[in-house]
């Protein structure tokens, strides 16, 4: 019972998967600024605004529903958390069973999916067009997405991410086998973030603030905190599923080879968003459907014919 | 590879702007450099203005006033905050009396700072 | 699908300065728009009218805060038209400098905006980094990094020394790389040809229907440059392409203004090379005789024009501006007809509004 709630709270759960995504979404900031050749942002200044964005005025435009405003991001984010708990972190698997990827992927779709009701919800022109973007956006991304990460599953001969880790100590990391998948699923984990270049459904200069636009205050705060929290069980779920071959490592050296993993993830996620422009909503459908479908079939056919 | 090299080097300038130092001045808790000619706080040099008036003729924003009762006693009050910093009366002055240092001129909240005497003559 | 009607304006992350677009939206589609204008409207040619021609170059600087000084060189030559004083040679080189600086650093704003509407924001904080260059040279020799306050009545306020000459030289030779970095980015990054190629095209016909002036009308195919085709001294010695491109769409004229950048910069070095000596500046009456004068030039954005009546006083009867962005507005609602959602940024980008300039 206290193991459990442990498990809940602090590791995997609540506290670790918080502190991670405010230390990931520092580091971003800060190499982004390196790359723009500017300063960057202090160590707290996530904290910071979290906690600026916590304590303001909670306003709703007239008309709107308070109660599923509130609700979604809550919802969200505990979707959000508990696909966190599944997914293992250096090696360390509290809650596997058969079959947990596939409600990894189901409950991070939650997200996406609240978005969209968020900018229905709070009644503005720019909500509207945010939110439905988003749900173009997700129709683009998510088929090649779930593609790609069904190739490790079908190599890995398992639907669960500690079972997939387990196949990798014994074949080698699966990103040798699938580049092509594992650059499918960075750009599907963009996608899913909805970070630069795939930020469409809240670019500023086109819907303002997308979704989010009218919502302020805590829930505006909650909001920013799940998608940091979303950005973290992405990297670790795309590390756990292409390089995840660290489970016999002693317990440290694999911690260290984690954590630097993670590290080039967020450096590549950087990286992406410094060099490329946003894509139009139709040309991302175009990108989808005409490109990284049949890219993605084409990884699945490989990883099939590997296995026979 | 010509064409190889031009397609990336948008990412050859980010690691190249990532060995770089930083660009932004880290002021205010850094000192900003200000070049000499800079048109900042307007200072006075006592012993040259004869209260003539020019400076305040052709200021074109308001900046200057001149409370004048005879040659011999007048004040002269300079308004920061109304001021444009255009250098106009550092132009008009014939005798080279009033110009501008290269001090920034800070927002105040302070009401006494508002108005400025540069020179008070009393006969 | 159901219409609904956007407001872009008069607060909006996209625009710099207040404008009101009201926006028909079908899905991810613009039907058409209308426009509203008039928010940074400060009554300037009426208060020029108030103002001493001296206290007017002031005014006439903070009319934009971008081609400030294209605006005072306009207005003081046509004062000296009407006075009829002929200001010395390195007042003119100094002047045209300034408007060749003025230039490069309005074109590279507008490229790191381009930039940052379609989401390269790297781009832009490197155009912005090259753009401090610029508007470091201008801090140092004129005082000011946006309100320069370099012309008056005569001629220009300051002269250019050895070591002002250095740094100008060494900052454009840096600039030189910089820009040249900048066009082979823009010119090879996919993503950016993707959102600006095809996007709101304007025929070499409507450009002539509109009086649309300047890189937008070069742009389309149309051979206008004040510079070369009604040239003030000096630039009537100085050699240099106007730069065109047939396209018309927001890619040409993305492609238009990094050129003319790098024009501008090649324009500096001649400047400097040619520099003559002598005063800067000669003696104006204060009281204008009564008289007109037309004086046009060639801003960062197209012609700017001056009308300037005077009546035998110290301050003008009436002074008319023009500026470039006019035209470009009565088109804008045309442009923003038929288009995506996400091609809006592009179109108001591309065509680099300057709606203190137009508002006045």
Redesign the interface.
Known sequence: MIEGLFFLLFFPGLAFQVVCGLAFEWLDRKLLARFQRRVGPPWYQPLADLIKLFSKEDLLPKGANHLIAALLPLVSFSAVLTAGLYIPVAGFTPFSFEGDLIVILFLMSVPTLAYYLAGIVSLGVYSVLGGGRSLLQFFSYEVPLLIALSGPAILGQSWSVAGIMEAQTVQGPFVIFQPLGFILAIVGLIGKLKRDPLDIPSAKSEVVGGSLTEITGTKLGLWHLLMKVQAVVGIFLVINLYLGWLKYLPAHLSILVFVIECLIMVVILSVTSAVFARLRIDQLAGLGWKILVPLALLQIGFVILMGV | MEKFK??F???S??IQ??F?K???V?YPFLPLV??????GAIVIDPDKCTGCGLCVR????GGLRLEKKSRDEFKLMHHPASC?????CE??CLRGAIS?SNALVAATTDARELVVVLKEKQG | MRKITVPIGPQHPLLKEPLSMKLEISGERVLGGTLRLGYVHRGIEKLAQQRTYVQNVHLIERICGICSHVHTTTYCSAVEAILGIEIPPRAQYIRALMCELERIHSHLLWLGILAKHVGLDTIFMHAWHDRELVLDIMESISGGRVSHAANEIGGVRFDLDEENETLIRTNISKLHDQVSGVLDVIENEPALQARTRGVAPISTDLIRQYCMVGPIARASGLDVDLRRDDPWPPYDRLDFNVITHPDGDAWARTIVRAEETRESLHLCEAILRDLPGGDVTVRAPRKVPAGEAVTRSEAPRGEVFYYLRSDGSDQPARLKIRTPTLPALSLLPEQLSAINVADIPVVLAGIDLCIACADR
């Open positions: 031009k397609r080097s948008l990412l300038a980010i702007a990532w770089d930083p660009e932004t880290g200000l070049p000499e000619g800079f048109r052709d200021c074109p924003a444009a910093y255009c250098g106009q132009r008009s501008h």
